[in-house]
């Protein structure tokens, strides 16, 4: 391989990796698009039929993230052991059955319960004790059915990841992580635009089952176009030796041995590095799950716009427009600080997530400047998205700086457990805060608001604060680059 890196490329070299990049782009907007589903159709189309309150929908969502957090770890060891491409496989062909099998749950929740039709579930009367059996019935099956989702889902990023880091070298891998990473806030775009007007016209059911749908093709397309660049027929050797530029100087050993030999996962929690990742994870990852699955929610609750009215869409729409755009130029920042400034990729990541990390403070004013129009909390909440996109896009990129290519995935998995974690508590805990807050009414108040606009402002607050705490956790830990060594 060595050999290879010395040659002069004659030719110019393809761009194979962006094309590997737009499959990443396109599972992840899949992924989020399957995600959004639930957030966009059950306040105004599921929880009608099935009696649920903000407790039931922040109980499934909580326990999604807790379900993913926990199966996250093996997802990324599942990844690092079957490799890229059957690895990426497997996992969308698990989430995209899941997806559809939502679209079963009312019809298992009529038979199971002994009603005969949607109308008589809706006709059931509100906290009678046939109103508590449907409810418990439905909130189970959709437990269920977002368990498997996780599984299949958990294993999104940590392949993802993996692959970035054997198709770009490491001042491009921040780069295309914003790109892939912003298919999760494309997935948001594009979900109240098409989501809800699918659920109006055939039914929430359908909602599921054709958006799931989408999963199968991408697996097709992925099949034919995936190999590692050493052995694709698409990657020239000028491009091939623009991706393996990090590995000159190394010895063939040492570059077969970051490429195959896996660090044991306990091993791996030795490690301020691993530390870092999950304690960047830990501290952020709730916050932008928080933001998917409530911001629908909020804009009906706080200003009477349902997901499939034209001014909820539109509100929806702006605030990821602003997601999408503002990750990815946040994605090309630290390839600046390395290339002009000439700072190793560690610190030129870790100053640009720091500058991102102020960026969610402005979710304080989302509530305060709401009071005038929902588009200041659509423009708010959508900076503070976008902040956390960037953010994350260089959190992942900092694995693939310092450990070897063959642990990647495991490192994400292990911090994607702790984001899990964290996104458990802040959505479980949002719906609880929100019933009570409203059950409480003008005696439940919070930095000038009462009632349920008070639980929206704490839960902001804490999200506006997630990210300097985490990139000062993070510096402690790991204050320099230091690359991990396989002994």
Same mark, same amino acid.
């Given at each position: ?39 966009? #159709? ?134 295309? #992580? ?37 999963? $199968? ?34 010895? =063939? ?23 870092? $990742? ?45 997601? #999408? ?39 304080? $004013? ?75 009414? =003008? ?45």
């Amino acid at each position: 391989m060595n050999e290879t890196l010395g040659l002069t490329a004659t030719t110019q070299k393809t761009n194979w990796r962006w094309m590997i990049c737009s499959m990443l782009f396109f599972a992840t907007t899949i992924n989020y698009l399957d995600r959004q589903v639930l957030s966009l #159709t059950w306040k105004d189309f599921i929880a009608p039929e099935f009696h649920w309150s903000d407790s039931n929908y922040g109980t499934i969502t909580g326990f999604f993230s807790l379900f993913y957090a926990i199966v996250s770890v093996f997802a990324g060891r599942f990844i690092d052991w079957m490799g890229s491409k059957k690895g990426y496989l497997w996992a969308i062909f698990i989430w995209s059955i899941a997806a559809c099998l939502h679209g079963l749950c009312g019809w298992a929740t009529m038979k199971i319960s002994g009603l005969h039709s949607i109308e008589a579930l809706r006709m059931v009367e509100s906290g009678s004790a046939l109103a508590l059996t449907v409810s418990s019935i439905s909130v189970w099956l959709f437990l269920s059915c977002r368990a498997l989702l996780a599984v299949g889902e958990s294993g999104n990023f940590p392949a993802a990841v993996k692959v970035t880091a054997q198709y770009f070298p490491k001042k491009d891998r921040a780069f295309a #992580t914003s790109i892939f990473n912003s298919g999760a806030s494309v997935g948001a775009l594009a979900a109240p635009l098409c989501i809800p007007v699918l659920a109006k016209m055939w039914g929430w059911e359908m909602a599921f089952v054709i958006i799931g749908a989408l999963g $199968f093709i991408w697996m097709g397309f992925w099949n034919a176009m995936y190999s590692m660049p050493e052995k694709s027929k698409f990657v020239n050797e000028a491009e091939l030796q623009y991706i393996l530029q990090d590995e000159k100087g190394e010895s =063939e050993a040492e570059i077969m041995e970051e490429e195959t030999k896996t660090i044991p996962f306990w091993r791996c929690l030795g490690f301020r590095q691993t530390w870092a $990742f999950i304690a960047g994870k830990a501290l952020t990852d709730g916050v932008w799950w928080f933001l998917l699955f409530w911001a629908p929610a909020y804009f009906s609750d706080q200003f009477g716009y349902a997901s499939y009215t034209p001014m909820g869409q539109a509100l929806i729409f702006t605030l990821y427009l602003i997601v #999408t755009v503002l990750s990815i130029i946040g994605g090309y920042l630290p390839k600046v600080f390395i290339d002009k400034m000439g700072m190793n990729p560690y610190a030129g990541r870790m100053r640009a997530m720091l500058i991102f990390a102020f960026v969610p403070i402005l979710a304080l $004013f989302a509530q305060p400047l709401g009071v005038y129009s929902p588009w200041w909390p659509a423009i708010i909440i959508g900076l503070a998205g976008a902040g956390h996109q960037a953010w994350s896009a260089n959190l992942y990129s900092t694995i693939g700086d310092m450990f070897p290519t063959s642990t990647v995935a495991s490192i994400v998995g292990v911090g994607t457990m702790a984001g899990g974690i964290s996104s458990y508590i802040i959505n479980h805990g949002a719906g609880v805060l929100f019933d009570y807050s409203t059950e409480m009414g =003008e005696s439940f108040s919070f930095l000038g608001f009462t009632g349920k606009p008070a639980g929206y402002m704490i839960v902001f607050s804490l999200c506006a604060v997630s990210y300097l705490t985490a990139w000062v956790v993070m510096k402690l830990l790991v204050p320099r680059y230091k690359k991990i060594s396989i002994d």
